[in-house]
């Protein structure tokens, strides 16, 4: 599997931890592979399927790999 970047948005809600299995909602890699989508089909040279099964990922990928060299 790969690495997600762990919860997107990570909250302390009635003593329950960020990393709670239970609450940790939508992962990183998939908040970003989101926003990359949000933003190619705004430039509208590719179709949803396209984006979704390999570029909104891709990108996504490439954040979470540079987030780690910082």
């Not at 609450?23 to 592979?33: C, P, S, W």
């Not at 099964?53 to 490439?62: G, L, M, P, Q």
Request: overall charge negative.
């Amino acid at each position: 599997m790969k690495h997600d970047g762990g919860p997107a948005f990570p909250q302390d809600l009635q003593g329950r931890r960020g990393d709670d299995p239970e609450y940790q909602g939508i992962t990183l890699r998939d908040h970003l592979a989101g926003m990359a989508m949000q933003g190619l089909l705004a430039n509208g040279d590719y179709t949803p399927t396209m984006i979704a099964r390999k570029y909104a990922y891709e990108v996504a990928d490439v954040m979470l790999k540079a987030r780690e060299a910082e």
